[in-house]
T-cell receptor, first 112, second 109 residues
Framework: IAGITQAPTSQILAAGRRMTLRCTQD?????MYWYRQDLGLGLRLIHY???????GKGEVPDGYSVSRANTDDFPLTLASAVPSQTSVYFC???????????FGPGTRLTVL | GQNIDQPTEMTATEGAIVQINCTYQ??????LFWYQQHAGEAPTFLSY??LDGLEEKGRFSSFLSRSKGYSYLLLKELQMKDSASYLC??????????WGAGTKLIIKP
C-alpha cells in the first residue's frame, strides 16, 4: 500500500526514557519531515531531510534527533523524554521541498 | 517573526457556502497551501496557490492576494463530511512550511 506509515500509533512514556518514533514511506520521495501538533498551535517543524544522507533543523529541534540512512526511513529519537514533548507527531514526505507534503497517520505520545 | 492567522472556529449550514480566511506575514513567499484535517487524522492536501487569483477544484476554491498577504478557502454545497479543521500554510524563503493553527469548521444540518 503506497503511502507513509508511522509506529507506534500511540505511546505512554516515563520522563527520562529514550524513544524512537518510526516513519517509513514507499513513494520514493526525496524529502521527509517531522512535525509536532499541539492544541491551539499550528504544526511545527522539528527536523527535515531534503534527501537521503542529509538532515536539517526546523523550528523546534531541541531534544530531538533524526537520521536518514536511506530514502524510505526517517526515524525521530527523543534522547531523554520530558513532559513538554507530549504531543501528536506527524511524519510527512514530498517529492521535493517545492511539492505538496503527504502525511503519515501520526503518533500520539504522552510523557509522564 | 512569521505569523499565519486564521479564525479558530466557524459554523455553517449543510448545503451553504463558507469562506475561511488566512492572513500571513512570512520571511519570503513561495506558495500557499490549504490542508484538511479530520479529527484524529492526518492532514490531507486540498489546494496550492503561488500566483494571485482563484484556483477552483470541484466544490473547493482557493484565492490568493500576495500584495495583501491574504488567502481564502471557499467551500460550496457544504456536506456533513466537510466538518474538519482547515489548515493554511505558507512556504517561506527557505522552502519550509509555516502553519496556521487551523480553523475548525462545524457543519450543522
Amino acid at each position: 500500500i503506497a503511502g507513509i506509515t508511522q509506529a507506534p500509533t500511540s505511546q505512554i512514556l516515563a520522563a527520562g526514557r529514550r524513544m524512537t518514533l518510526r516513519c517509513t514511506q514507499d513513494m520514493r520521495h526525496n524529502a521527509m519531515y517531522w512535525y509536532r501538533q499541539d492544541l491551539g498551535l499550528g504544526l511545527r517543524l522539528i527536523h527535515y531531510s531534503n534527501t537521503a544522507g542529509t538532515t536539517g533543523k526546523g523550528e523546534v529541534p531541541d531534544g530531538y534527533s533524526v537520521s536518514r540512512a536511506n530514502t524510505d526511513d526517517f526515524p525521530l529519537t527523543l534522547a531523554s523524554a520530558v513532559p513538554s514533548q507530549t504531543s501528536v507527531y506527524f511524519c510527512a514526505s514530498s517529492d521535493s521541498d517545492r511539492d505538496e507534503q503527504f502525511f503519515g497517520p501520526g503518533t500520539r505520545l504522552t510523557v509522564l | 517573526g512569521q505569523n499565519i492567522d486564521q479564525p479558530t472556529e466557524m459554523t455553517a449550514t449543510e448545503g451553504a457556502i463558507v469562506q475561511i480566511n488566512c492572513t500571513y506575514q512570512t520571511s519570503g513567499f513561495n506558495g500557499l497551501f490549504w490542508y484538511q484535517q479530520h479529527a484524529g487524522e492526518a492532514p490531507t492536501f486540498l489546494s496550492y496557490n503561488v500566483l494571485d487569483g482563484l484556483e477552483e477544484k470541484g466544490r473547493f476554491s482557493s484565492f490568493l492576494s500576495r500584495s495583501k498577504g491574504y488567502s481564502y478557502l471557499l467551500l460550496k454545497e457544504l456536506q456533513m463530511k466537510d466538518s474538519a479543521s482547515y489548515l493554511c500554510a505558507v512556504r517561506d524563503s527557505n522552502y519550509q512550511l509555516i502553519w496556521g493553527a487551523g480553523t475548525k469548521l462545524i457543519i450543522k444540518p
